[in-house]
């Protein structure tokens, strides 16, 4: 544990974020209260916001140090004498620092807060962040902005080191796929256009990492009909609902939907075809850049084929004569004991049997997933799963960062596993990106998540014309986008802009259960209708 008093409630978000990105092992606990009401701790860190004097100050103290006059007068007078590296934490002092603030502008007080805070953290940790300072924000919502303002790369640059500390590497990143996302999101309609996420929440097995909504397949494997039953109905009033407005790409997600026999997959892409009329007489879906009689604004459609073992020659079959545009197939790592300690019941042979497959049924836009930082993988791990993956040669690739996530089996367990080494540094990232340039593909989406690992991020890659619309859409914000299923979470986003330049964002959610789900359709249909009565 390591607690952070305030003498105020305030900034307690970007504190807690900052500490934890140096500190993701370990709980982080920020509050105004007394300190003797704090649990013992690792070290304890007081911030004290003086508004008379337009100050904020800070102190680290070791687990049972006490807070008095004669020590604070000693750390100070360390501080002077001794340099950065000697003032870390296995000196065992007292640091301090303060910075000067205007508490009127909210925005120019957080980032110097910040920055102080970054720079006590790194001489007690003995470290630096790849993003700096940068925690709670889309890394390219920056430099978006900013070249919408029309700045310059260099300024873009200056800014987000004076800013935000972050290294150059990182910066250099951010920029290019800022630069990608503005080009792919010049072809949406923001203000006539939505997206489709429908979830399929059912999968083999549940990953060790994994918090998103699944369930077993063999529990559920009865009631897949009922369950695209409660979808039908939910699918149908989306589609009449959003009649007057245009459809721009649909993302089928889980789970994994290839837990769906050939015929339920048949079907449940016949009726999106057929309710929202984006197929032709055929049933296969009808895209924007197509020549057509019938023509419509779908730029996309995406089916996340997912684990290789619940692939078939039939189901792809199916979902080619759709005219599905991108499929994923992910293996996550090419290790075989890897595969097995994180849950996963396929094999490195199935992954590379069902990516050749896909090919042979005719796919040209095929994603895979991986995942840096897994139990036990070593950088000669992550470049034999580049090199296998580089044979095949997919169209996208998605690069996670392992993220610790509160509902995962891997942190919810986590004295279970405390023995396996969790590895993610720069030098995996640089040869995961060297390698996706090798293969022709390019960074065009980037976003980062709570406790990931090394603090680091995602990142999607793709050869020219072959990048994810939705998955750059989902992250930036600044479409509706209508979400059917189980657990699924509808996104309504208004054009007009809020005053500060902000869009206003609300939220509809599905229940989690499947059978809650099945049971409570109609008031999963009728939260939609009150999110789009406005």
Same mark, same amino acid.
């Given at each position: 544990?390591?607690?952070?008093?305030?003498?105020?409630?305030?900034?307690?978000?970007?504190?807690?974020?900052?500490?934890?990105?140096?500190?993701?092992?370990?709980?982080?606990?920020?509050? /105004?209260?007394?300190?003797?009401?704090?649990?013992?701790?690792?070290?304890?860190?007081?911030?004290?916001?003086?508004?008379?004097?337009?100050?904020?100050?800070?102190?680290?103290?070791?687990?049972?140090?006490?807070?008095?006059?004669?020590?604070?007068?000693?750390?100070?007078?360390?501080?002077?004498?001794?340099?950065?590296?000697?003032?870390?934490?296995?000196?065992?002092?007292?640091?301090?620092?303060?910075?000067?603030?205007?508490?009127?502008?909210?925005?120019?007080?957080?980032?110097?807060?910040?920055?102080?805070?970054?720079?006590?953290?790194?001489?007690?940790?003995?470290?630096?962040?790849?993003?700096?300072?940068?925690? *709670?924000?889309?890394?390219?919502?920056?430099?978006?902005?900013?070249?919408?303002? &029309?700045?310059?790369?260099?300024?873009?640059?200056?800014?987000?080191?004076?800013?935000?500390?972050?290294?150059?590497?990182?910066?250099?990143?951010?920029?290019?796929?800022?630069?990608?996302?503005?080009? @792919?999101?010049?072809?949406?309609?923001?203000?006539?256009?939505?997206?489709?996420?429908?979830?399929?929440?059912?999968?083999?097995?549940?990953?060790?990492?994994?918090?998103?909504?699944?369930?077993?397949?063999?529990?559920?494997?009865?009631?897949?009909?009922?369950?695209?039953?409660?979808?039908?109905?939910?699918?149908?009033?989306?589609?009449?609902?959003?009649?007057?407005?245009?459809?721009?790409?649909?993302?089928?997600?889980? &789970?994994?939907?290839?837990?769906?026999?050939?015929?339920?997959?048949?079907? @449940?892409?016949?009726?999106?075809?057929?309710?929202?009329?984006?197929?032709?007489?055929?049933?296969?879906?009808?895209?924007?850049?197509?020549?057509?009689?019938?023509?419509?604004?779908?730029?996309?459609?995406?089916?996340?084929? *997912?684990?290789?073992?619940?692939?078939?020659?039939?189901?792809?079959?199916?979902?080619?004569?759709?005219?599905?545009?991108?499929?994923?197939?992910?293996?996550?790592?090419?290790?075989?004991?890897?595969?097995?300690?994180?849950?996963?019941?396929?094999?490195?042979?199935?992954?590379?049997?069902?990516?050749?497959?896909?090919?042979?049924? *005719?796919?040209?836009?095929?994603?895979?997933?991986?995942?840096?930082? @897994?139990?036990?993988?070593?950088?000669?791990?992550?470049?034999?799963?580049?090199?296998?993956?580089?044979?095949?040669?997919?169209?996208?690739?998605?690069?996670?960062?392992?993220?610790?996530?509160?509902?995962?089996?891997?942190?919810?367990?986590?004295?279970?596993?405390?023995?396996?080494?969790?590895?993610?540094?720069?030098?995996?990232?640089?040869?995961?990106?060297?390698?996706?340039?090798?293969?022709?593909?390019?960074?065009?989406?980037?976003?980062?998540?709570?406790?990931?690992?090394?603090?680091?991020?995602?990142?999607?890659?793709?050869?020219?014309?072959? /990048?994810?619309?939705?998955?750059?859409?989902?992250?930036?914000?600044?479409?509706?986008?209508?979400?059917?299923?189980?657990?699924?979470?509808?996104?309504?986003?208004?054009?007009?802009?809020?005053?500060? *330049?902000?869009?206003?964002?609300?939220?509809?959610?599905?229940?989690?259960?499947?059978?809650?789900?099945?049971?409570?359709?109609?008031?999963?249909?009728?939260?939609?209708?009150? @999110?789009?009565?406005?």
């Amino acid at each position: 544990m390591i607690t952070v008093q305030l003498n105020e409630p305030n900034f307690e978000y970007d504190i807690h974020s900052l500490v934890k990105a140096f500190y993701p092992q370990h709980d982080v606990l920020v509050k /105004a209260m007394p300190r003797e009401e704090f649990p013992e701790s690792v070290f304890h860190l007081v911030v004290n916001y003086d508004r008379k004097n337009h100050m904020i100050d800070f102190k680290f103290f070791e687990h049972n140090q006490k807070e008095t006059q004669e020590e604070d007068d000693v750390a100070k007078e360390e501080t002077v004498a001794q340099d950065h590296e000697n003032r870390a934490m296995k000196e065992k002092i007292a640091l301090d620092g303060s910075v000067q603030v205007d508490f009127e502008d909210r925005k120019k007080t957080k980032n110097e807060l910040k920055q102080q805070l970054y720079y006590l953290l790194t001489v007690y940790a003995g470290k630096t962040l790849p993003w700096g300072t940068l925690t *709670g924000i889309r890394p390219t919502k920056i430099p978006m902005e900013l070249l919408e303002e &029309g700045k310059s790369e260099d300024e873009i640059r200056s800014y987000m080191k004076e800013t935000y500390l972050a290294s150059d590497e990182k910066i250099d990143l951010s920029l290019s796929v800022a630069k990608r996302e503005l080009e @792919l999101l010049s072809r949406i309609d923001y203000e006539n256009g939505y997206s489709l996420y429908v979830g399929i929440p059912f999968c083999p097995s549940t990953c060790l990492y994994c918090s998103f909504t699944s369930y077993p397949l063999a529990k559920w494997a009865n009631r897949m009909d009922e369950y695209l039953d409660a979808l039908e109905k939910e699918i149908a009033f989306t589609a009449e609902v959003c009649k007057h407005k245009v459809l721009n790409s649909v993302y089928i997600g889980g &789970g994994t939907p290839t837990t769906l026999s050939a015929e339920q997959m048949d079907r @449940l892409l016949t009726m999106i075809g057929s309710y929202f009329g984006i197929e032709d007489e055929q049933g296969r879906m009808i895209y924007a850049d197509e020549s057509a009689e019938k023509q419509t604004q779908l730029l996309e459609f995406t089916v996340e084929a *997912g684990r290789p073992d619940s692939i078939t020659r039939e189901k792809l079959e199916v979902i080619h004569k759709h005219n599905i545009s991108r499929i994923s197939i992910n293996p996550q790592t090419m290790k075989e004991e890897t595969l097995r300690l994180i849950g996963r019941q396929h094999t490195v042979q199935q992954t590379i049997d069902s990516f050749n497959l896909a090919r042979e049924v *005719g796919f040209d836009n095929i994603n895979m997933d991986l995942i840096m930082g @897994l139990p036990e993988e070593t950088l000669d791990d992550v470049r034999r799963t580049m090199e296998q993956v580089a044979e095949l040669a997919p169209d996208n690739l998605t690069v996670h960062s392992l993220a610790l996530k509160r509902a995962a089996r891997l942190n919810m367990f986590k004295e279970d596993y405390k023995d396996y080494k969790i590895i993610n540094t720069q030098e995996h990232m640089d040869l995961v990106a060297d390698c996706a340039a090798q293969m022709g593909l390019f960074p065009y989406y980037l976003y980062r998540q709570k406790n990931m690992a090394g603090n680091f991020e995602n990142v999607g890659y793709a050869a020219p014309g072959k /990048a994810c619309i939705y998955n750059v859409l989902i992250m930036e914000e600044q479409q509706t986008i209508v979400a059917c299923g189980a657990g699924a979470s509808t996104k309504r986003v208004w054009t007009e802009p809020n005053p500060d *330049g902000t869009h206003r964002i609300e939220r509809a959610e599905n229940v989690k259960d499947v059978a809650q789900y099945i049971a409570r359709i109609d008031e999963m249909i009728e939260r939609k209708q009150k @999110l789009f009565e406005e």
